[in-house]
């Protein structure tokens, strides 16, 4: 039995007016001390619970439930599903891009309650709630030098990423962060509670939830993640380079990488960025480079040397500042959870040919002209293009180990497109930026990575999922044949 009881005025939250709390007095429940529920629901007066919604997309859940044990887990979706006859959406961080976490008319389940992090140093794997965020995570595993893929934004939770992919520079000696994945716990529309494994009777939905498991399926709880022995340091260090010249540098680096011998040991990364306080577009070279500090180094001046730029700034040039721990590295990265008005395009190219860089400088040079067109100044007007590298083993591994597919010298880049404003005065104008970005989109390549999903792709069943998308409808019919789990891009029934 469920009985719903409103919060008294000294209970209520002074932002949510609106709120009661679910008892489930059901004594099947006793490994949990606390079994209520606490449902938040959104009237027009209010500030939104949720403080990092994209206001582009303008997305309403009927009310929000914070999660914090798997028991309150099961108990929301009986709510939902049985009682108030609702779908749900799933969030973990909320970084969804085109928030497919936060859906209209349903009941959304926030799992970055979710934060247990638990390590097993005799067999060097952890287990992860999916409401962990990634500086979170390494945070735990680099107290005892352990590690491993993930993600290259801090703030972004385990949930969403591990079932859509997680590339980051240690990718490319042990592959996307879904290859490490040993079990997977999910909460089926049915109501149980299972453990999928690459050997159980939920092998098929473990092949199927690592790639293709954003809220398909059911809702994951947490992750058996494989780690790895981690440097006490890796070398890292960054040149900024002429704009004007990147046609040319791209083909270089491409080259460079093609040709190297240390595809498993060096990474690179590529930042176009012009903000309104920059007022310029800034190119930044990431290198990133696993084994000794020294042929790092060395490498380091090989690339810039190839370069031939004299007007190469590079960034560190003590070589105890690009001395850095993983996390250190990690940390970099602003952990950003601000609420902005934000839109972003990624593809798959197998290469940093001539073409395509033609084609990021025009999209790059348009951003000036829009800053300059801007009905009211933004402070954090900023628009990128970042090229992140997908080579090594992350792209050696087969394309049928799971539902993955973004494999193979196709995928050896991803381009990644990025504009953040907060005035909606300045909609329009901005969206200039993003038109001009959809006309280009097919000269970069059509494999689509599922964690930066695009809402506007009418073929997104192959850009996502290729040959694979028939076998996921299979195993769809087999674990959801009602369709509860459904979303605008979630796998259809056969």
């Known amino acids: 039995m469920i009985e719903v009881i409103e919060l008294n005025n000294n209970e209520k939250d002074s932002n949510n007016k609106n709120n009661e709390i679910i008892n489930n007095d059901n004594n099947n429940n006793n490994n949990n001390n606390n079994n209520n529920l606490i449902i938040i629901n959104e009237n027009i007066n209010n500030i939104s619970y949720y403080n990092f919604l994209n206001p582009l997309f303008k997305n309403k859940p009927i009310c929000y439930i914070k999660i914090e044990n798997s028991n309150q887990l099961k108990d929301s979706l009986n709510y939902a599903k049985n009682i108030i006859k609702k779908r749900v959406s799933i969030r973990s961080g909320g970084h969804s891009c085109c928030n497919f976490s936060i859906l209209n008319d349903t009941v959304n389940l926030d799992m970055s309650g979710l934060k247990e992090c638990k390590i097993d140093l005799i067999n060097k794997t952890a287990t992860v709630q999916c409401g ?25 939770c385990v949930g969403g990423l591990a079932l859509g992919g997680g590339s980051n520079p240690l990718s490319i000696k042990h592959g996307y962060l879904l290859d490490s994945i040993l079990e997977i716990t999910i909460l089926l529309e049915n109501g149980k509670l299972v453990k999928s494994n690459a050997t159980n009777q939920y092998s098929d939905l473990f092949w199927a939830l690592r790639g293709a498991g954003h809220c398909s399926f059911g809702i994951a709880l947490d992750f058996k993640i494989q780690l790895y022995d981690i440097q006490p340091h890796y070398y890292h260090n960054s040149a900024e380079l ?69 007007l190469v700034r590079v960034v560190e040039t003590s070589f105890e500042k690009v001395k850095k721990t993983f996390l250190e ?55 990128s293009s970042t090229i992140y590298y997908h080579g090594g083993i992350q792209n050696q591994l087969s394309k049928d180990n799971c539902s993955f597919i973004h494999r193979g010298d196709e995928c050896t880049w991803s381009y990644t497109f990025i504009c953040l404003y907060t ?46 998308y028939q076998k996921l409808q299979q195993i769809k019919q ?16 056969p």
């Open 132 to 156: 962990v965020t990634f500086l979170e995570y390494y945070k735990e595993t680099s107290k005892y030098l352990l590690g491993g893929p993930g993600g290259s934004c801090p703030s972004v």
């Open 242 to 310: 002429p704009f004007d010249t990147m046609i040319e540098s791209n083909e270089i680096i491409d080259e460079y990488m093609k040709t190297t011998k240390l595809k498993n040991n060096v990474y690179i990364g590529l930042d176009y960025r012009i903000t309104i306080k920059s007022k310029r577009i800034i190119n930044t070279l990431i290198f990133f480079h696993i084994g000794d500090l020294e042929d790092g180094e060395n490498e380091f001046k090989k690339l810039l040397q190839l370069l031939k730029s004299p």
């Open 329 to 383: 590295i990690v940390e970099r990265v602003p952990f950003s959870n601000k609420t902005r008005r934000s839109f972003t395009k990624c593809r798959f190219s197998k290469d940093l040919n001539r073409q395509n860089s033609m084609a990021l400088k025009e999209i790059m040079e348009l951003a000036p002209t829009i800053i300059n067109k801007m009905k009211e100044p933004d402070a954090i007007a900023n628009f």
């Open 423 to 468: 005035k909606e005065i300045n909609d329009e104008i901005f969206k200039e930026w993003k038109l001009k970005i959809n006309s280009s989109l097919n000269i970069f390549g059509n494999q689509i990575y599922q964690n930066y999903p695009d809402n506007e792709s009418s073929n997104w069943q192959f850009a996502y999922y290729g040959n694979h």
């Open 478 to 493: 087999k674990y959801d044949p009602n369709n509860y789990f459904k979303f605008q891009q979630s796998i259809e029934l």
